[in-house]
């Protein structure tokens, strides 16, 4: 991630550092060869050959946290995936070019979207809908331990230590003084599935096969395809 207030969002700053394609490969290694998708800011130095050498191995990169001078290098190199478009970048950007905007024309490129009615609201997923072909549209979500919880304090591990957090009434989950750049929301998967149906012209089935066997199929893995119930309704918070 870059290390750029904004673009990390409420990640911390001192955890980030350079990619190194060897630290990779021991990971990978003691993963049994099941890591499949990474995610890479690439104004990173040397993020070109790490981008490289792993989506030629099978990894799936995905560019997010970032600005948008690099993208199209990252992209020429592997990168294919987004994590979150609309979020992880600036709250000031230029009007055209911009991280989302670049993301967005790129046909190859698979964005993951939140539809949770905070990270993006729904006007801004129905534009998304219309720039991207459908084939490369997948529904995410960002959900800590905390889901489904009513608007409420509770606690999380950060800078080795357990710190105060809150949900608000809108549902955006914010460490103390980082009001703007929020890490969650409590609603589950599930429920943002029908938030997306609700919101758009597709079904509720059509959703949350992008929500579970598209993101499969694109990480390579096969899903048996089961029926889940979901709920008739949900709020955006």
């Not at 020429?76 to 993301?103: E, F, K, P, V, Y």
């Not at 993951?112 to 072909?133: E, M, Q, R, T």
């Not at 800590?144 to 230590?161: D, I, L, N």
């Amino acid at each position: 991630m870059s290390l750029k207030e904004g673009n990390r969002g409420a990640h911390i700053a001192e955890y980030m550092k350079r990619l190194k394609v060897s630290e990779f490969r021991h990971l990978q290694k003691a993963a049994g060869s099941n890591i499949r998708l990474l995610t890479l800011a690439p104004e990173w130095p040397g993020s070109g050959r790490f981008n490289s050498a792993d989506a030629a191995s099978g990894v799936n990169i995905s560019l997010d946290h970032t600005n948008s001078e690099l993208i199209e290098n990252a992209i020429r190199a592997g990168g294919r995936m987004c994590a979150h478009l609309g979020n992880g970048c600036r709250m000031l950007m230029s009007w055209h070019d911009n991280i989302i905007q670049q993301l967005l024309a790129r046909d190859e490129v698979v964005v993951s979207i939140i539809p949770d009615g905070i990270h993006i609201p729904p006007l801004v997923l129905k534009n998304f809908l219309c720039a991207k072909p459908r084939s490369r549209i997948v529904i995410t979500t960002d959900v800590v331990a905390t889901a489904g919880a009513p608007p409420s304090p509770f606690f999380m591990q950060r800078e080795k230590k357990m710190v105060r957090c809150v949900f608000d009434r809108k549902g955006r989950g914010a460490f103390p003084g980082h009001s703007v750049h929020f890490f969650s929301s409590p609603l589950t998967l599930d429920k943002r599935v029908v938030n997306f149906s609700r919101w758009t012209k597709f079904s509720a089935k059509t959703a949350w096969d992008w929500a579970s066997h598209r993101s499969a199929e694109i990480l390579g893995i096969r899903l048996p395809r089961i029926e889940v119930p979901l709920p008739p309704e949900s709020g955006s918070a």
